[in-house]
């Protein structure tokens, strides 16, 4: 199985930044692509960012975070990080990281759909 950890969440003011990071670890080939989603309770999980660059996709930002948040993927290494400024409170939620089409054989065998971290807090203050 793959496993995703996060980190990097925490406490800011408006306007500051942080930068999250997620490391996919276990039998991996190859993984088409990684993202970041985030959730308040009581409302369902959005995309953040998702970036399938790598295998003829693309970058994609919900229009909510535009120009202020920018995913970055290291392929090679299998981890994504998502770098946020100008935050402002509207940010705070709870933030998970997704990896998307895992293969771990070079054959095709053992495919998952997509995997999660349990989340980083992040939490914007006034």
């Known amino acids: 199985q793959v496993q995703l950890v996060e980190s990097g969440g925490g406490l800011v003011q408006a306007g500051g930044s942080l930068r999250l990071s997620c490391v996919a670890s276990g039998r991996i080939y190859s993984i088409i692509g990684m993202g970041w989603y985030r959730q308040v309770p009581g409302k369902q999980r959005e995309m953040v960012a998702v970036?399938?660059?790598?295998?003829?996709?693309?970058?994609t930002y919900a229009d909510g975070v535009k120009g202020r948040f920018t995913i970055s993927r290291d392929t090679a290494k299998n981890t994504v990080t998502l770098q946020m400024n100008s935050l402002n409170p509207e940010d705070t939620a709870m933030y998970y990281c997704?990896?998307?089409?895992?293969?771990?054989?070079?054959?095709?065998?053992?495919?998952?759909?997509?995997?999660w971290g349990r989340g980083t807090q992040v939490t914007v203050s006034p």
């Open positions: 997704k990896a998307i089409g895992i293969r771990e054989f070079s054959d095709g065998s053992r495919y998952y759909p997509d995997a």
């Open positions: 970036d399938t660059s790598a295998n003829g996709g693309a970058t």
